[in-house]
Nanobody, 120 residues
């Protein structure tokens, strides 16, 4: 069973920085997509940044130039570095993985979510 464990959230002042981590474990044959999403109170879950394939990154317009997605496959870990945080970045952030457990078995899973609060 594949699991995602997020860490690194918390409370930060406007203009501050945080780095989120997502460690994935379990049987993975190949990864289609992996990324970070967020959901603010009263709003729908939205894409923040992702790897639509192994070599390409994509970002929401609202975070371009401030957030950076990265990965360390040797550690089965994906990161989201967030700089110049603003109150509107306050949300629960979710790690997402779309993968094949075997050559024919496709799955997608979500992490438990981690709170990021930007406030003075």
């Amino acid at each position: 069973q594949v699991q995602l464990v997020e860490s690194g959230g918390g409370l930060v002042q406007p203009g501050g920085s945080l780095r989120l981590s997502c460690v994935y474990s379990g049987r993975i044959f190949s990864i289609n997509e992996m990324g970070w999403y967020r959901q603010a109170p009263g709003k729908q879950r939205e894409l923040v940044a992702n790897y639509p394939d192994h070599y390409t990154t994509a970002y929401a317009d609202s975070v371009k130039g401030r957030f950076t997605i990265s990965r360390d496959d040797s550690k089965n870990t994906m990161y989201l570095s967030m700089d110049n945080l603003a109150p509107e970045d306050t949300a629960v952030y979710y790690c997402h993985l779309d993968f094949y457990a075997t050559e024919w078995s496709k799955h997608n899973i979500w992490g438990q979510g981690i709170q990021v609060t930007v406030s003075s």
